[in-house]
Each structure stands twice: as structure tokens, then as C-alpha cells.
């Protein structure tokens, strides 16, 4: 079992920047990818971005590319979303997720998750 605890999120304003963090407890001794979703009142849940169990390489969503970049700190069990020149469309609560033990690769599919933290708000707005 994975325990995820996202932070970092609040109002910025738009053209602004912020930068989530998620921490990640319990079994933690094997890789696995992991990623963040989003949902936007009103919308379906949407992968944003994702990193490698195995390596630093990652994948973005298209709304977000060039905006966004993912890190992850092993030492911590953290991963770090920083979001820049953030826009209106980008207000959600953003999720992180995690694959389950020696799953390494990046998927935008929700099901594919098996762990959520609670999510963190993120609103831009002037």
C-alpha cells in the first residue's frame, strides 16, 4: 500500500506560477510511475502529466506542454509539479497518482493508477 499527500496548491493569478508537491509513505521500496490528474468543475478527471518508474524521462498532456515540469526527488519520496504562466483553464484539483509496485511506465489512463491522494485546489483567477 502507497499513502500520497498532495500540497502546494492555492490562488495565483493567471500568468503566475506554483508548484505542487506529493509526498509518498508506506510501501515505497519498489519503482512505479507516477502522475498527476486534474478535474475542473464540472469535467471529467484529465491526466496532466506523468514520470517514469525507472527514470527521469516524462510525458505531458498537450493543454499543458511547455508549462509544466515534473521531478521527483527519491530520497524524499517526492515528486514536484511546477506549473508555470498558469491560466484560468487551468483552476481544478489536481490529483497524484501512483501504478502499483514494478509498474515504470507512464500511462494516461486513470485506471491503470492504483493509488490517489486527496487532491490540492489550484485556482487562477485575478
Known amino acids: 500500500q502507497v499513502q500520497l499527500v498532495e500540497s502546494g496548491g492555492g490562488l495565483v493569478q493567471p500568468g503566475g506560477s506554483l508548484r505542487l508537491s506529493c509526498v509518498a509513505s508506506?510501501?515505497?521500496?519498489?519503482?512505479?510511475?507516477m502522475a498527476w490528474f486534474r478535474q475542473a468543475p464540472g469535467k471529467e478527471r484529465e491526466f496532466v502529466v506523468g514520470?517514469?518508474?525507472?527514470?527521469?524521462?516524462?510525458m505531458d498532456a498537450e493543454s499543458v506542454k511547455g508549462r509544466v515540469t515534473l521531478s521527483r526527488d527519491d530520497a524524499k519520496n517526492t515528486i514536484y509539479l511546477q506549473m508555470n504562466h498558469l491560466k484560468p483553464e487551468d483552476t481544478a484539483v489536481y490529483y497524484c497518482?501512483?501504478?502499483?509496485?514494478?509498474?515504470?511506465?507512464?500511462?494516461?489512463?486513470?485506471?491503470?493508477?492504483?493509488?490517489w491522494g486527496q487532491g490540492t485546489q489550484v485556482t487562477v483567477a485575478s
Open positions: 497518482a501512483a501504478r502499483s509496485a514494478r509498474s515504470v511506465a507512464i500511462t494516461s489512463t486513470q485506471i491503470s493508477y492504483a493509488y
Open positions: 508506506g510501501d515505497t521500496s519498489s519503482n512505479y510511475a
Open positions: 514520470i517514469s518508474g525507472r527514470s527521469d524521462r516524462t
